[in-house]
């Protein structure tokens, strides 16, 4: 039975992190076209005793911003360039799309977990 609750701590603590991923893709795709903004990244870090997994700190992508000419744009300098972001919307899709499928496995396997536990303890009760 500890292992059935264990499996459903395991997926969920996926999932709380995906979810945490997800809001930070979604972050930088709101602010993609935000002058000076720098893209969000967030690792995960596994607890190697009990096999969870969980977000670690923010991180600011400190890769060059992209320099943009529009002379008429408030923040240019003398020679009409400002500073975009780093975002790039492929990648931000793509770790999109796969933190979707993580979340999504993960949620799969928290409802085998969830129906097992329910299974066995009707076992329990007769």
């Known amino acids: 039975m500890g292992d059935l609750f264990t499996s459903l701590s395991l997926a969920a603590s996926g999932m ?3 979810a945490m991923r997800l809001r930070h893709v979604s972050e930088n795709i709101a602010n993609a076209d935000t002058p000076g903004y720098h893209r969000k990244t967030v690792a ?9 997994v969980s977000a670690g700190p923010v991180q600011l992508d400190r890769s060059e911003l992209t320099r943009i000419y529009d002379p008429g744009h ?3 300098d003398e020679t ?15 770790d999109a799309r796969e933190a979707q499928r ?8 928290f409802d085998q977990a969830k129906k097992m536990t329910t299974s066995l303890l009707e076992l329990l009760r007769r």
């Open 16 to 18: 709380r992190s995906q």
């Open 44 to 52: 995960f870090t596994p607890d190697p005793d009990s096999g969870m």
């Open 74 to 76: 408030p923040m240019a």
């Open 80 to 94: 009409g360039h400002y500073d975009g972001s780093n975002v790039d919307l492929v990648i931000e899709i793509a």
């Open 102 to 109: 993580s979340y999504e496995a993960n949620l799969r396997m």
